[in-house]
């Protein structure tokens, strides 16, 4: 009798210590949403570094094309000053006309990306610039993917990807007949404890069913 109230505590103490699925959910949203913070703020970053980067530099032509002019100018060189002028304003165009195929490229990208479910802002933002960066002009001045692909094609290999899986909210079961969210092919480690799991591995978990009540994780 003894033995069987012993279990019985044990059992308790067990279902006390075991997460419910809500928390387990909990757990790994928190856990997605820190890690997606961690790579925007490098993201913002790098490109605030490259942003100071170009205005030092065009500041700094800027003054030496005014130095060259003014130099010139003083020598009487005149027909030399206007082909500086003409190629600067050349250049403006040019940078001009590519700002606009810019924004036709973000504005195609964005909506191919706006009919999926992002888990947040911060995911859908890195996702958008994940992919623009891997575009390129064909021949004809069309964005496409580097390896061809159309941008729309390209996407929806993106968001099968099962490395880009964390950027999406998980799939929800409404009971029985509706659909199950798959699990990422990734797998994880039963051995492992939740602390000890990557994100990729405690999605996996959940998704295969195997994050409840029947074993202690922690």
């Keep these: ?72 100018e003083e020598e009487g060189k005149h027909k030399e000053v206007a082909d500086i002028k003409m190629a600067e304003l050349t250049a403006r165009l040019n940078e001009r006309d590519k700002q606009i195929t810019e924004l036709t490229r973000d504005s195609v990208v964005r909506d191919a990306l706006r009919g999926l479910d992002f888990r947040n802002d911060t995911a859908a933002d890195f996702a958008y610039r994940d992919v623009v960066s891997q575009l390129t002009q064909n021949e004809n001045g069309q964005w496409v993917h580097r390896t061809g692909a159309s941008i729309k094609d390209f996407i929806d ?40 799991m990557t994100t990729e591995e405690l999605m996996a978990a959940a998704a295969a069913g195997h994050l409840d009540g029947n074993k202690k994780w922690f």
Excluded: H, W
């Design 1 to 72: 009798m003894e033995n069987e109230n012993n279990l019985d505590l044990n059992q308790e103490a067990n279902d006390a210590t075991t997460p419910s699925s809500e928390e387990l959910t909990k757990m790994v949203e928190a856990r997605v949403a820190e890690e997606l913070s961690g790579i925007k703020e490098k993201l913002n970053s790098a490109y605030n570094a490259r942003d100071d980067a170009v205005k030092k530099a065009v500041a700094y032509e800027e003054e030496r094309k005014a130095g060259e002019i003014k130099r010139l």
């Design 157 to 196: 290999t993106f968001r099968k990807d099962d490395d880009k899986e964390f950027l999406f909210r998980p799939q929800q079961s409404s009971g029985v007949g509706s659909a199950v969210q798959q699990a990422p092919t990734c797998g994880y480690d039963q051995n492992k404890s939740l602390s000890d």
